[in-house]
């Protein structure tokens, strides 16, 4: 579903004394359809940026991008909202996407205009159909954002995103400012679209028991480079890269 071939982007610095920074460095990746691919790393080894390149919303300095093998590198912003219904994002602070002066029922509704998927009326029930999809209830529709829960809002950003019907979504540490418990019920509910949507993920996390619980693959990123890939299994219990390995025995020692 999915292919990056030699993806590079570098960050430059405005002023004459900084330093440019290699964000991405010649990253090739295939994601299959129907599988969700953990990408894992420290912070500031160019997770985040691979995930918005893959959706053309940075720049690149160099690459090829192919979604459903149609090569969509050289497409303008112009050709790719035609795209963005395919393929979406749920960003870690879901709440900074939504309007915080409009309503979560204005919030739900943008999408269906911008793409002009259907009238009002008919766009009013997949709205509701959506929100009870993702367990949340019609009364919700005329709250603002500050008036839910961390919870309540990330379901309202699986709900914008599922009512497009996306084949391919970016979780970019969509769980990681919730409590473990929300956290679980976040976890089950995308499992249940995966099974019952047929979604695509690539699941950007620290979280290496989530990854390890949740993706079918796992891709290990350092300084900007994907340095060992594979089933969540077999990296997690026999990583053959040394950063690899001291990754994830950092992670086990602080997990006790």
């Given at each position: ?133 993702v367990g949340l209830k019609e009364e919700l529709l005329s709250r603002y954002p500050h008036q839910l829960s961390g919870g309540q809002i990330q379901r309202i950003a699986l709900a914008r995103a599922l009512i497009l019907k996306p084949k391919f979504i970016v979780l970019d540490e969509a769980t990681s400012m919730l409590d473990v418990s929300v956290q679980a019920q976040i976890i089950e509910l995308l499992n249940k679209i995966k099974k019952e949507l047929s979604v695509t993920y690539l699941f950007i996390s ?51």
């Amino acid at each position: 579903m999915i292919k990056v071939n030699n993806l590079t982007k570098i960050y430059k610095k405005n002023n004459l004394k900084g330093t440019n920074f290699l964000a991405l460095d010649d990253v090739s990746i295939h994601i299959k359809q129907g599988v969700t691919l953990g990408l894992i790393g420290e912070s500031g080894c160019g997770k985040s940026t691979l995930g918005r390149a893959i959706l053309k919303l940075i720049s690149l300095d160099k690459g090829m991008i192919y979604f459903n093998n149609i090569d969509i590198t050289k497409y303008s912003q112009k050709d790719m909202i035609a795209l963005r219904k395919d393929m979406q994002i749920i960003f870690q602070h879901p709440d900074t996407s939504l309007n915080p002066s409009k309503t979560i029922l204005f919030s739900l509704f943008e999408p269906i205009l911008i793409h002009k998927l259907m009238n009002k009326n008919d766009a009013l029930l997949e709205i509701k159909k959506y929100l009870t999809y993702v367990g949340l209830k019609e009364e919700l529709l005329s709250r603002y954002p500050h008036q839910l829960s961390g919870g309540q809002i990330q379901r309202i950003a699986l709900a914008r995103a599922l009512i497009l019907k996306p084949k391919f979504i970016v979780l970019d540490e969509a769980t990681s400012m919730l409590d473990v418990s929300v956290q679980a019920q976040i976890i089950e509910l995308l499992n249940k679209i995966k099974k019952e949507l047929s979604v695509t993920y690539l699941f950007i996390s620290h979280d290496l028991d989530l990854v390890n619980n949740f993706c079918d693959e796992v891709a290990v990123m350092h300084k900007g480079n994907i340095i060992e890939k594979g089933k969540v299994s077999k990296i997690y219990n026999n990583a053959t890269n040394d950063y690899t390995k001291k990754l994830i025995e950092a992670f086990k020692i602080l997990a006790k």
